[in-house]
């Protein structure tokens, strides 16, 4: 497990050593750490991103790590912005169940997304899902577990001003907060209580800065639970001073901080992580460069904020931006006085390739590449995407893939929507509130605004984007949901339940599928197929709907986005 605790040790220990040299230090501070479990949510977390921003707030993420995988951009964006990012397991399973080797890959596989944006063998606390663990669990775990002190229930409560109520008059100094950025009710109703406690006087910061911060220490096994005032607080980070002398050709790098906290720096504009280089003394750079860096006692969490030095052309820009608009293509820079250069044949786009003026008409079938360069801006990243023959701009999804043509179908058909900047995310598994959702807009049907709900599922709040779908669903008898009046909108779905699910839209619709056929027994893994969907799989194998790899069909496994794609396709066509 990479807990580098012996490294956070060290941190702590130069923490301690230090203290006299942070000028900032006051006495009597109201200090709170908020936190929010379950996701990141590609709904709800960026709103609650920019609330965060706003109000110059900072707090702790506790990400699921198959939430993370599927939001990558969403959590690099939190860490950016000074939060901390820490692990709530991969599926939320309750760790006292598992095998020794479940939990280990329960943790490891949440870590390995969260160092693709933290930096290689970064550290990270822990919080077991439903905070149960036994000796066993917390050895395996091996790394400070953070509990808590205020649980608003939002996960139960659905309404912000309820939200808000309960985080306010619970609410103390040291304390820790649980919310759950997987519900709207549930941001919205930490945002107000944020503005509240702040008119009360209170400062938000991460966990671990909450620590450091009243000089508590976070041992490996130890239940993190509120650091309640010890009569000294030590006072923020403070940022770091770059300076610079030049020949004309160089520059000679010099960074300073005075919390006398190690400092993590970058020559290429990037944003520093837990793998970048450490400042050791002056260094030469390009006479055109920008060098961006944190004072950090953990980089993940206890940082100060960032500091940067951009010279000449030394910002590298921000990729193009592709999208179609009355037949035309439309690209666009975020950067102020940079242009956008463009090719059409499959060569890489460089700044002497055909510039860009405004909305152009393309040939379908083509491969667009664009960079924006210019100002002060340096060549920025590539933009890469497929122009399909049906008119669909697709990110990552390429011709001769096997699922080309369905997902470029789909999209085309407005039935597949993509996850921003034209990328479809093919491998990335599908929820059950998207199925329903998927089937709901297929149908072509509506319930209207004013709907009344008639579902049991306790966890489909009527306000979520999914409801009126999950509803229309119930309804019609092609969703059932998981027993304890519960649909688990937010998990997974198997290949299994995609089948029953279309199986099901075929008899509402009046076209049932072939039965009693047995195409399935030819995989090897037929007996893992469950007794409530075996007449599900079998009618789509024996429809050719859903197919297997040749050996297996993997009923079992999460279907993916190209998986899904493919049989709503052939279901179309049947």
């Known amino acids: 497990m990479k807990k580098r605790l012996l490294a956070l040790a060290m941190a702590l220990v130069l923490f301690v050593s230090v203290l006299p040299l942070q000028a900032n ?68 399973p309750d760790l006292t169940t598992l095998s020794d080797s479940e939990v280990l890959w329960q943790l490891r596989a949440t870590e390995d997304v969260l160092d693709q944006v933290c930096g290689k063998n970064a550290s990270y606390l822990v919080r077991p899902p439903y905070g149960s663990t036994t000796s066993r669990v917390e050895s395996l775990i091996n790394a400070p577990m953070a509990y808590w002190t205020v649980d608003p229930e939002d996960w139960k409560y659905r309404d912000p001003e309820t939200v808000r109520r309960n985080i306010v008059n619970n609410t103390f100094d040291g304390a820790i907060i649980l919310v759950h950025d997987i519900h709207g009710t549930s941001v919205d109703g930490a945002l107000r ?8 006087g ?18 490996k096994g130890e239940w993190l639970y509120s650091v309640k005032p010890r009569g ?97 293509v439309q690209m666009e820079t975020a950067n102020t006085g940079t242009k956008i250069y463009y090719t059409t044949d499959g060569k890489t786009a460089t700044p002497k390739s055909t510039a860009y003026s405004g909305p152009v008409a393309l040939p379908k079938g083509i491969y667009i590449h ?10 920025s990243p590539e933009t890469v995407v497929y122009y399909s023959p049906r008119g669909v701009l697709l990110a990552d999804v390429r011709p001769g893939a096997w699922y080309f043509n369905y997902i470029d179908r789909l999209a085309a058909e407005g039935l597949m929507n993509g996850m921003g900047n034209n990328i479809y995310e093919p491998g990335t598994n ?28 306790t966890d489909v709040d009527q306000d979520e984007w999914y409801a009126a779908a999950i509803e229309w669903a119930y309804r019609n008898k092609i ?41 399935a027994g030819k995989f090897a893994d037929y007996g893992r197929i469950e007794k409530w969907a075996l007449s599900n799989v079998e009618a789509l194998v024996a429809a050719g709907l859903l197919e297997g790899d040749g050996k297996n069909i993997e009923p079992r496994s999460n279907a993916t986005r190209a998986e899904i794609a493919a049989v709503l396709c052939r279901a179309m066509d049947y």
């Not at 209580?193 to 009360?200: C, R, V």
């Not at 209170?202 to 041992?219: C, Q």
Request: net charge positive.
């Open 202 to 219: 209170y400062e938000f910061v991460t966990v671990s800065e909450l620590h450091r911060r009243r000089g508590a220490t976070m041992d």
């Open 25 to 92: 230090a006051v006495k009597g501070g109201k200090l709170v750490a908020l936190t929010f479990d379950d996701g990141p949510s590609a709904t709800y977390t960026p709103k609650l991103l920019d609330g965060l921003k706003k109000r110059n707030v900072k707090v702790t993420f506790f990400v699921l790590g198959q939430n993370a995988k599927s939001n990558l951009g969403i959590i690099q964006r939190a860490y950016n912005e000074g939060h901390e990012l820490a692990s709530h397991s991969w599926n939320h």
């Open 370 to 379: 664009a960079v924006s360069a210019g100002g002060y801006y340096s060549t």
């Open 479 to 519: 969703v059932n949901g998981y027993g304890n009046n519960r649909f688990s909108p937010n998990g997974n779905i198997t290949r299994q339940e995609m089948s029953a699910m279309i199986d099901r839209m075929f008899t509402y619709q009046g076209n049932s599928l072939p039965r009693g056929a047995s195409c």
């Open 232 to 328: 000294v607080d030590v006072g923020s980070i403070a940022k770091p001073e770059i300076t610079y002398t030049t020949d004309g050709k160089t520059m000679t790098v010099t960074i300073k901080s005075a919390s006398g906290a190690p400092i993590y720096y970058t020559t290429d504009g990037s944003v520093p992580t837990h793998s970048s280089a450490v400042y050791k003394g002056p260094f030469k750079v390009p006479y055109s460069s920008a060098v961006k860096a944190y004072a950090a006692f953990n980089m993940n969490g206890v940082r100060s904020e960032l500091a940067s030095l951009v010279y000449g052309q030394g910002n590298r820009g921000s990729a193009p931006k592709i999208k179609t608009s009355g037949g035309k």
């Open 193 to 200: 209580a944020i503005d509240d406690l702040q008119k009360k």
């Open 430 to 457: 599908v929820t059950r509130a998207m199925m329903a959702k998927l089937l709901y807009e297929y149908s072509g049907e509506s319930l209207g605004s004013g709907w009344t709900r008639t579902n049991p599922f």
